[in-house]
């Protein structure tokens, strides 16, 4: 690593003294080659514009740990805790963050540049926790198909035509959708409909031509479409002419022309399946429904794991955190981890000594968390009483009978 890389680093966040992600950059880098004080002062300005963020934690508390010498036992059973995984985790993460720098190759539109972002996709299936079923139907959709071009060519099966993932917020659907794409080796695009609509009235078709052309250009790629409900609930409202438009645009780029779709798979994902313009559910479209629940006890240690696996831990009972975690979303369990973070890191800012996370730091996360998915199944209850004639949401209703819910 070259001394003009770290100081073009250094000038760069001068000039940008608020970017977050250039400054974690900056200081994973400062970590990994053993500058310790300044790593741990970038990380702790981090902090100052966003006092939760988890990888400034991470950095603070590893380039501590090894600033002060001091051993960093890690209790949980599947990690080690020797000086090299710690330099690994630190040059991984130097890695990562080079995959949230600002993409470079969208022309002309400053605001898509703040709405696309295209990322490397790190993660694989072994890293979602739980989710048995929908893996399998994702393995079969999409991972079989594409590892089996020949047999894609005899049974004539087409990869066109969108997935649609629904569920409860916060319960994995775009981190299956980027699981995907790691699974694939494909670069992972993730993009909110309600994000498009509401900044970009009045050029909404240009700017979904726009999205699908930089996804053309970064094949193999998933496009992640998300909260694709904002087109029909929109459609709805006042703006439905526009937003018309905007549908046949949409449906218009997915069907794609002379193969241009080719190495683009688009997954959809909605907390609202009720709201999608019955447009975007026709055969070709957003034709495939898939359910994503809340996880259960096994995937609640495996998330939890996850969370911790880049964190200074002690004595972590997985099991016993599993089951005080009952109904809580996978995004409610990184909030958890999170906040024992936080609170370690505090407690250690305060008595000058660094600890450990510990069973106490996360117990009283979980008691300050609450789970955040009761409202929906609220409204999938209502759902499934009155509007599932056509059975599109049994595998729900199922579910609420199985949890005493309907
Ligand atoms: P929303 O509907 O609000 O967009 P979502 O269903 O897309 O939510 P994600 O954003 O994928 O949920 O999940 C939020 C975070 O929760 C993830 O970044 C990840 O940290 C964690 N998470 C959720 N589910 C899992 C899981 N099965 N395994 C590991 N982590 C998970």
Redesign the pocket.
């Known amino acids: 690593m070259s001394d003009e890389l770290v100081q073009s680093l250094l000038a760069a966040v001068d000039a940008a003294p608020d970017d977050v992600p250039l400054r974690l950059h900056l200081a994973a880098l400062l970590a990994s080659r053993g500058d310790f004080p300044d790593a741990i002062r970038h990380a702790a300005s981090v902090l100052q514009t966003d006092p939760a963020n988890a990888d400034a934690l991470v950095l603070i508390a590893t380039s501590s740990n090894r600033h002060s010498g001091a051993a960093n036992e890690s209790l949980l059973p599947e990690q080690e805790s020797t000086t090299n995984s710690e330099t690994d985790l630190l040059a991984q993460m130097a890695v990562d963050l080079e995959g949230v720098l600002p993409p470079t190759f969208i022309d002309g539109d400053d605001q898509l540049h703040e709405i696309v972002e295209v990322e490397p996709a790190h993660i694989r299936f072994t ?5 048995k079923e929908v893996k399998e139907r994702l393995e079969a959709a999409f991972l079989a198909p594409l590892r089996n071009p020949e047999l894609v060519k005899l049974y004539g099966k087409s990869l066109r035509g969108g997935l649609l993932l629904y ?1 409860p ?8 959708a980027r699981a995907v794409a790691g699974e694939m080796g494909a670069r992972f695009i993730a993009v909110s409909l309600a994000e498009i609509l509401d900044s970009f009235v009045g050029a909404n078709e240009r700017n979904i031509h726009e999205i699908f052309e930089v996804a053309r250009r970064s094949a193999p790629c998933v496009l992640f479409l ?1 909260e694709v409900d904002a087109l029909g609930q929109k459609r709805s409202n006042l703006r439905c002419s526009i937003l018309r438009g905007t549908t046949t645009q949409l449906l218009a780029e997915m069907d794609g022309v002379d193969n241009a779709n080719d190495g683009v798979y688009v997954l959809g ?1 909605t ?1 609202h399946p009720w709201d999608i313009d019955v447009a975007l559910r026709r055969p070709g479209r957003f034709d495939r429904t898939l359910l ?1 629940l809340p ?1 259960d006890a096994d ?1 609640r240690k ?2 939890l794991r ?2 911790l696996q880049e964190r200074p831990v002690a004595n972590i009972d997985l099991g016993k955190l599993a089951k005080d975690t009952e109904g809580y ?3 409610d ?2 909030y958890i981890c999170e906040t024992a973070a936080e609170r370690a890191l505090l407690d250690s800012a305060r008595s000058g000594t660094v600890r450990l996370i510990e069973m106490n730091d996360l117990q009283a996360a979980v008691r300050d968390v609450r789970p955040s998915t009761g409202l929906w199944f609220d409204i999938a209850r209502n759902v499934t009483q009155f509007s599932n004639s056509d059975g599109t949401y049994d595998d729900l209703l199922a579910y609420l009978r199985t949890k005493g819910l309907a």
């Open positions: 890293d979602v926790g739980g989710m569920g917020p916060g319960c994995g659907k775009t981190f299956i998300d994902a907390n994503v996880p995937a495996v998330i996850y969370h979303s996978g995004a369990l990184a």
